[in-house]
């Protein structure tokens, strides 16, 4: 896969922008508010860590930069174009085809093979039928899975279905890539086998990484700006330490 | 999606739960086979009904006489019809003018007489009716043991099965190629300077004559076609129309005609009318009013047993489709049980780009499998029954001595239909399921373990 295959990330742009970004809901007699006033902005290739406990609002920010939530006020842009005012449709064009995203339990769909499931998401694209298996190809040769394409998930380990789940993200060759808690599920050593993986594909691809993570250190090592939410807010915004 | 992937993703689905899903198709099947059993009830008996009643002939027939003959026959129809001409005689002229009319195949007198046959060499009276050759494909001939006539002028009869019994009653099949004696009265046309008083005598107009004919059995009947109708009795000796017809046989209306002008004219008490089809016979029948005569057909008859089996096809219908019902919240059931199921993988197919319309148009997709699937076994599980209500059929009717016939029947249109039917009514099974499975937010769908 070369860089050019993968969209056009655009140096100096920005890939995601929010504006006053707001997400409550009612819980009982009491108001949530998961994402509260935050205004950032994420250049285009930039590989960026979403930090905080649980409840903070990472989660709930990075489904907002998907398309998978629909903020409550404010705005949130992906290269210019306001997903708030987008309809379902639009909404699912913009995860099909400018972001990936990553899980931290895979959820790969456990009755198809690997290879299956990383062409999923063109079939959702429609992409023709005889350029999928080159595209399937190129995406599990980036994680390194060619050989265990025509194994299901559950024949696979953790660390072989996060890669699967890499290749599934990849392979409509989005501009920004989501991670939400990619490694949690994983152990040490298979954690940073993903790590490495998530770098090599933002400096090859100038891909823009979002990864929501609990693991501060692991942050610290690979990603180039970490944000730290609290209660819904940025507590803080900055470069590595 | 595409058509084709998302009939993939389907039938990927469907194989998933296999039992559950085979087991709502089954469910559908036997439903769709209730239907089509009962509809090929319902279309059988129609056919039957009607193939009998047009094999009799009288669907396609008009029965008319002279208008003065029956005032009341037929009275009502008169009364709603155009305008008509003044009463004619229904003589040889209005013959020719009644086979020239459009879409007429034949017209025929109702020949019958009482008289008598000697068959070796008792009497036996019967009454003797002419048979028109178009007659021959009537049902009545159709199991009819011996042949028909060998040609419109042969001296040759066919004999009514009881009669037959009476002249042989322990092999009346023997009597096939037998001679028969008939004795019959002709009536000869007096010369004009013999009829000069009319008043005077009796035979004023013509003379009886006794006479005889030799005539070859060849053919043994269980009924004679439209028997009876137009006529006073069942005709017990049948001969060909046009022997019939030479024979100048004295007939009831006879005396009827002595008091008109011209008794040497001969008139008909009733003619046949034969039309090409069914279709053809409000028209001409219409026509032959218009002429001057009385006319009757079963059109009437025909229509209102059309309206009753329409009714019994709709009920039919409406008891079939019941299980058909019941089979479709099973498919409500399954597809609900799998969105239970399938919460999260609807979730990650919302996450990778799936829109709500691709998430509803792949449940409609598995509705419309078990649908097809389910409409196919249920045409063949309901082709089985129908060859089953036929097959128990035939042998009732073997034990009663009967011959076989169908009482069920699955035409083409019916197998179309109930697939159609099977796949319309599981797509709106699938309505609530599909748009539910749409709507589920996928960000919910995603947490849910």
């Known amino acids: 896969m070369t860089s050019a295959n993968i969209g056009n990330p655009g140096n100096g742009r920005i890939a995601i922008r929010t504006d006053h970004l707001a997400r409550q809901y009612q819980m009982g007699s009491t108001l949530v508010r998961a994402v509260n006033d935050v205004t950032l902005s994420i250049p285009a290739g930039e590989f960026v860590a979403l930090l905080g406990s649980s409840g903070s609002g990472k989660s709930t920010l990075l489904n907002l930069m998907a398309g998978l939530d629909r903020p409550s006020s404010g705005a949130i842009f992906a290269h210019e174009r306001n997903l708030a005012e987008m309809n379902s ?141 609290g209660d819904g807010k940025i507590l803080s915004d900055g470069g590595r330490a | 999606m595409k058509a084709r992937d998302l009939m993939d993703l389907a039938a990927r689905n469907l194989r998933e739960a296999l039992l559950r899903n085979s087991l709502t198709t089954l469910g559908i099947g036997v439903g769709v086979a209730s239907l089509v059993a009962m509809l090929s009830l319902g279309v059988g008996l129609q056919n039957l009904a009607t193939e009998r009643l047009s094999r009799s002939g009288l669907f396609n027939a008009i029965f008319v006489t002279p208008r003065t003959n029956f005032d009341g026959f037929g009275g009502r129809a008169e009364r709603s019809s155009p305008p008509e001409a003044a009463a004619q005689p229904l003589d040889e002229d209005a013959r020719h003018k009644l086979a020239a009319l459009p879409n007429v195949d034949d017209v025929y007198p109702d020949i019958r007489f009482p008289t008598e046959i000697r068959y070796a060499g008792n009497p036996y009276p019967t009454v003797v009716a002419g048979v028109a050759p178009s007659t ?113 046989a004295a007939q009831t209306n006879d005396l009827r005609d002595l008091l008109r002008d011209t008794p040497s004219k001969r008139t008909y008490e009733s003619l046949t009318v034969r039309v090409k089809g069914a279709s053809d016979v409000k028209a001409v029948e219409d026509t032959i009013k218009q002429m001057g005569f009385t006319a009757f057909s079963l059109l009437d008859a025909s229509r209102n047993l059309n309206v009753v089996f329409a009714v019994f096809d709709l009920l039919l219908g409406i008891f079939g489709s019941l299980a058909l019902v019941v089979a479709s919240l099973g498919i409500i059931n399954t597809l609900v049980m799998a969105i239970l199921e399938r919460r999260r993988e609807i979730g990650v197919l919302k996450a990778l780009g799936a829109a709500d319309r691709d998430v509803r148009r792949l449940f409609f997709a598995e509705a419309a499998v078990m649908g097809l699937l389910g409409g196919i076994s249920g045409v063949l599980l309901g082709w089985l029954i129908e060859r089953a209500i036929n097959f128990g059929t035939s042998v009732y009717l073997s034990r009663q001595q009967l011959p076989a016939i169908t009482v069920a029947a699955i035409p083409w249109w019916m197998v179309v239909a109930a697939i159609a039917f099977s796949i319309a009514v599981s797509l709106a099974a699938g309505i609530y399921p599909a748009s539910r499975a749409a709507r589920l937010d996928p960000v919910e769908a995603l947490r849910y373990e």
């Open chain 2, 136 to 248: 021959r494909n009537d049902g009545a001939f159709e199991d009819m043991k011996g042949a028909f006539f060998s040609g419109p002028s042969a001296d040759e009869a066919i004999l009514q099965i009881e009669f037959a019994r009476r002249l042989s009653p322990q092999q009346p099949d023997s009597l096939l190629g037998q001679e028969i004696v008939l004795r019959y009265a002709e009536r000869q046309a007096l010369p004009p300077d013999s009829a000069g008083d009319k008043a005077a005598a009796g035979a004023a107009g013509f003379s009886i004559v006794p006479r005889e004919k030799k005539l070859r059995i060849v053919g043994i009947v269980e009924t004679e076609p439209g028997g009876g109708f137009g006529g006073f009795g069942r005709g017990r000796l049948l001969i060909p129309l046009q022997v019939a017809e030479t024979l100048r």
């Open chain 1, 89 to 229: 449709d639009e909404l699912a064009k913009h995860r099909s085809h400018t972001i990936g995203i990553v899980f931290q339990a895979f959820n790969l769909l456990p009755r198809m093979t690997l290879e299956e499931n990383v062409e999923l998401p063109l079939r959702l694209a429609e992409v023709e039928r005889n350029e999928r298996t080159a595209r399937v190809f190129e995406a599990a040769e980036r994680v390194r899975l060619t050989a265990r394409l025509s194994h299901r998930p559950g024949e696979l380990s953790g660390g072989e279905q996060q890669r699967a789940a890499l290749a599934r993200a990849l392979v409509n060759r989005p501009t920004i890539l989501l991670a939400d808690e990619p490694t949690g599920n994983l152990d040490s050593a298979t954690g940073d086998e993903i790590m490495l993986l998530l770098r090599e594909i933002n400096e090859t691809l100038g891909m823009t990484i979002i990864m929501v993570t609990h693991e501060r250190p692991r942050a610290e090592r690979f990603a180039h700006r970490l944000i730290l939410m």
